[in-house]
Nanobody
Framework: QVQLVESGGGSVQPGGSLRLSCAVS?????MGWFRQAPGKEREGVAA???????GYDDSVKGRFTISRDNAKNQLYLQMNSLKPEDSAVYYC?????????????????WGQGTQVTVSS
């Protein structure tokens, strides 16, 4: 069974940075970060394959960086130049599929989420 535990959320001013971490237990292949704001559907933010290939939603390209340390069983999301519209609950997700995707329906395992609030 795969278990995922996020950490690192919090409140930050616009333009600030946060780093999210996700501790992973169990075997995973593709992984991703997703977010859900109140009244909106969950959306893909960034994804990474087991080999390190990455993909990003257009809204975060150039500002967010996803990475993973397979030896430490950790997934990360470095978020820079944060904007108020980035505020949401952020989830890490994992699956044993090979093809990287930002589609939430492709992921079987989810963390509990961590709140990110960007406000002045």
């Amino acid at each position: 069974q795969v278990q995922l535990v996020e950490s690192g959320g919090g409140s930050v001013q616009p333009g600030g940075s946060l780093r999210l971490s996700c501790a992973v237990s169990g075997y995973t292949a593709r992984m991703g970060w997703f977010r859900q704001a109140p009244g909106k559907e969950r959306e893909g933010v960034a994804a990474i394959s087991f080999g390190g290939g990455t993909g990003y939603d257009d809204s975060v390209k150039g500002r967010f960086t996803i990475s993973r340390d397979n030896a430490k069983n950790q997934l990360y999301l470095q978020m820079n130049s944060l904007k108020p519209e980035d505020s949401a609950v952020y989830y890490c997700a994992a699956d044993r599929g090979v093809i990287m995707t930002l589609d939430p329906s492709a992921y079987n395992y989810w963390g509990q989420g961590t709140q990110v609030t960007v406000s002045s």
